[in-house]
Antibody, heavy 119, light 113 residues
């Protein structure tokens, strides 16, 4: 069965960096687009970034463009999110999610990892 | 970016009764390929979101048939025919027609009266 497990969250000071990881299993990782979606405490969902199945294309939400970088290693079944210049407003649970097709985006989700940006 | 507005913000429902959630888009969600990429997600308390409905009215794998989606253009509706206790949570509409970015509605909380 599809399994996505995020890791790498924690408490970090403003301006510092953090890298999140998402370990995928139960499917052919290199065949699917992958996303990061975040949710601030008590708030709604915000799309962060997407990477094509082969890494050829990447897109970002405006609030993270230029600071965050999505990447993947298909040989290791791993998705990453490098987060630089972190701000208090980046505090959220970060989820990785997998597409099934263009019409079934965000079809499978991990449990999430909490990032808290605070001095 | 496309703005999705959901109503109501909260929907108290009696068990076994229907519930309905509206999602209105700031622009038409009909894609140039003729499809409408409007989805609904459910987030139970303490859980990650879960895809329920895609392309307006198609139930994702394993989703009970008491969930149905309808609509066209800029106005969409999620209906639960008979609310069960496990349906408590927050429901989000999401559009992918005008991607990037993916955008979500603000969420509607379904709770039991």
């Amino acid at each position: 069965q599809v399994q996505l497990v995020e890791s790498g969250g924690g408490v970090v000071q403003p301006g510092r960096s953090l890298r999140l990881s998402c370990a995928a299993s139960g499917f052919t990782f290199g065949s699917y687009g992958m996303h990061w979606v975040r949710q601030a405490p008590g708030k709604g969902l915000e799309w962060v970034a997407v990477i094509w199945y082969d890494g050829s294309q990447k897109y970002y939400g405006d609030s993270v463009k230029g600071r965050f970088t999505i990447s993947r290693d298909n040989s290791k079944n791993m998705l990453y999110l490098q987060m630089n210049s972190l701000r208090a407003e980046d505090t959220a649970v970060y989820y990785c999610a997998r597409d099934t097709g263009w019409d079934q985006l965000l079809a499978y989700w991990g449990q999430g990892t909490l990032v808290s940006v605070s001095s | 970016d496309v703005v999705l507005t959901q109503t109501p913000l909260s929907s108290p429902v009696t068990l076994g009764q229907p519930a309905s959630i509206s999602c209105r888009s700031s622009q038409s969600l009909v894609h140039s390929d003729g499809n409408t990429y409007l989805s609904w997600l459910q987030q139970r308390p303490g859980q990650p979101p879960r895809l329920l409905i895609y392309k307006i009215s198609n139930r994702f794998s394993g989703v009970p048939d008491r969930f149905s989606g309808s609509g066209a253009g800029t106005d969409f509706t999620l209906k639960i025919s008979r609310v069960e206790a496990e349906d408590v949570g927050v429901y989000y509409c999401m559009q992918a027609t005008h991607f990037p970015p993916l955008t979500f509605g603000g969420g509607t909380k379904v709770e039991i009266k």
